[in-house]
């Protein structure tokens, strides 16, 4: 399958940045991956303005709602009307900062397939998991509890990020990363039959373009959820590329 290379943005950049980093990315020459950016929620428009269609648009969270009383919230149909095609949900930062549970996640995925979006649902285990052995039965209850009816008929992606390797520039071995995907496919198959072989699954966590070859060439591991290197344009045009 076509990989898949994401950029999550989080809470980064001004408006000129933004837009300048998004017309990076959309001038670059990738042809054997597909490539998706997920902005802050205030720069969607300005940034799918900049990557002319080039480049998928997706946003870093939406409501399990299509609209009503919640401030500060936003809905999977107006991402929808704003031209976004993907959405991350239930990252590890949102599972911490908001509380999101299984459930949550669950409940804003169905929403997003309702809406026409692709969710990016997310998944992974706290270092103290890793080290007491939890680690496969913690991912695998977190796929069994986020991921709805739908998920496959729409091209749902699951992305892995071990929580501890965010951010840190820290990673898992090849060999732990590869057992994981291995795991989470068998678990896709479970949940969805032959459908589940077709789904892709991201790695994420401190994935720069001096390691990407080597995670991307892994079994069962379908493209990049990227953090800090997507504000760069070389570095994740660089990651893109060695798929």
Same mark, same amino acid.
């Given at each position: 399958?076509?990989?898949?290379?994401?950029? @999550?943005? +989080?809470?980064?950049?001004?408006?000129?940045?933004?837009?300048?980093?998004?017309?990076?990315?959309?001038?670059?020459?990738?042809?054997?991956?597909?490539?998706?950016?997920?902005?802050?929620?205030?720069?969607?428009?300005?940034? +799918?303005?900049?990557? !002319?269609?080039?480049?998928?648009?997706?946003?870093?969270?939406?409501?399990?709602?299509?609209?009503?009383?919640?401030?500060?919230?936003?809905?999977?149909?107006?991402?929808?009307?704003? !031209?976004?095609?993907?959405?991350?949900?239930?990252?590890?930062?949102?599972?911490?900062?908001?509380?999101?549970?299984?459930?949550?996640?669950? &409940?804003?995925?169905?929403?997003?397939? +309702?809406?026409?979006?692709?969710?990016?649902?997310?998944?992974?285990?706290?270092?103290? /998991?890793?080290?007491?052995? =939890?680690? #496969?039965?913690?991912?695998?209850? /977190?796929?069994?509890?986020?991921?709805? /009816? !739908?998920?496959?008929?729409?091209?749902?992606?699951?992305?892995? #990020?071990?929580?501890?390797?965010? $951010?840190?520039?820290?990673?898992?071995? =090849?060999?732990?990363?590869?057992?994981?995907?291995? &795991?989470?496919?068998?678990?896709?198959?479970?949940?969805?039959?032959?459908?589940? #072989?077709?789904? &892709?699954?991201?790695? $994420? $966590?401190?994935?720069?373009? $001096? @390691?990407? +070859?080597?995670?991307?060439?892994?079994?069962?591991?379908? !493209?990049?959820?990227?953090?800090?290197?997507?504000?760069?344009?070389?570095?994740?045009?660089?990651?893109?590329?060695?798929?």
């Amino acid at each position: 399958m076509r990989p898949l290379i994401a950029g @999550n943005w +989080k809470m980064h950049g001004s408006l000129a940045e933004a837009s300048a980093l998004a017309s990076g990315v959309a001038a670059g020459s990738v042809k054997d991956a597909e490539l998706l950016v997920c902005p802050p929620f205030p720069y969607l428009i300005p940034v +799918k303005e900049a990557l !002319g269609g080039a480049v998928a648009l997706g946003a870093q969270d939406c409501h399990a709602a299509p609209k009503g009383a919640h401030t500060g919230d936003v809905s999977a149909p107006m991402l929808a009307d704003l !031209g976004a095609t993907y959405v991350i949900l239930g990252h590890s930062e949102r599972r911490a900062d908001h509380g999101e549970t299984d459930e949550v996640v669950l &409940r804003k995925a169905e929403a997003a397939l +309702k809406a026409g979006l692709v969710p990016v649902v997310c998944v992974g285990e706290s270092e103290a /998991q890793r080290v007491s052995g =939890e680690a #496969e039965g913690v991912v695998a209850a /977190q796929l069994a509890g986020s991921l709805p /009816q !739908g998920f496959a008929e729409a091209g749902g992606v699951v992305a892995y #990020e071990p929580v501890w390797a965010i $951010g840190t520039g820290r990673t898992p071995t =090849e060999e732990d990363i590869a057992a994981m995907h291995a &795991r989470i496919r068998a678990e896709l198959v479970h949940c969805f039959g032959a459908a589940g #072989e077709g789904l &892709r699954i991201l790695y $994420g $966590g401190s994935v720069k373009p $001096g @390691n990407a +070859k080597a995670i991307l060439a892994l079994p069962h591991v379908d !493209g990049a959820l990227v953090g800090g290197a997507s504000l760069v344009a070389a570095d994740f045009l660089g990651i893109a590329s060695a798929a």
